[in-house]
């Protein structure tokens, strides 16, 4: 279900994923909410 608050942060993700996995903030994203982090899927 698409809302507000999804769309924004799918457009963050978009724009700035591959900068936030080189940076390893978004692994520390994914290790808080206990899910499995791929760095190959965030590689421009």
């Known amino acids: 279900m698409k ?3 999804s ?3 799918t457009e963050v993700c978009d724009k700035r994923g591959a900068d936030l996995s080189e940076s390893g903030e978004l692994k520390k994203i994914f290790e808080k909410w206990n899910v499995i982090f791929v760095p190959e899927a965030w590689t421009e």
């Open 7 to 9: 769309e924004k942060l």
């Open 3 to 5: 809302t507000e608050k």
